[in-house]
């Protein structure tokens, strides 16, 4: 299972400690694999731009109009976190529905 986020993010942080078998991927300093990106855009859409960050209040009004997968390969970090997968299986953000789904 691999765990896609910010090693200084205190939501990534409570998930990689609910799920001990999870390896953390710095997005920042690793970024997200062109194929995990793919099918994360693929499943999520629009959802996996993190509009909420510090990063987006950055960027100008132009950048913000930019397609979701250019915006999240110049700025790894705008993605939502955390994105979860697990084989096959992918979740993004940490709620309830995800640590359900997880538990199971």
Request: charged fraction near 30%; glycine fraction near 6%.
């Amino acid at each position: 299972m691999r765990l896609y986020g910010l090693k200084t993010c205190d939501t990534c942080r409570k998930a990689l400690k609910a799920l001990p078998d999870a390896t953390l991927v710095d997005v920042r300093a690793e970024g997200v694999p062109e194929d995990v990106l793919a099918t994360a855009l693929e499943r999520f859409g629009e959802r996996l731009v993190n509009t909420r960050s510090t990063t987006w209040r950055g960027l100008s009004e132009e950048e913000r109009k930019g397609a979701p997968e250019d915006l999240l390969r110049a700025h790894p970090a705008l993605m939502k976190r955390p994105l979860i997968v697990d084989g096959e299986a992918m979740y993004l953000g940490w709620d309830k529905a995800t640590i359900a789904a997880l538990a199971s």
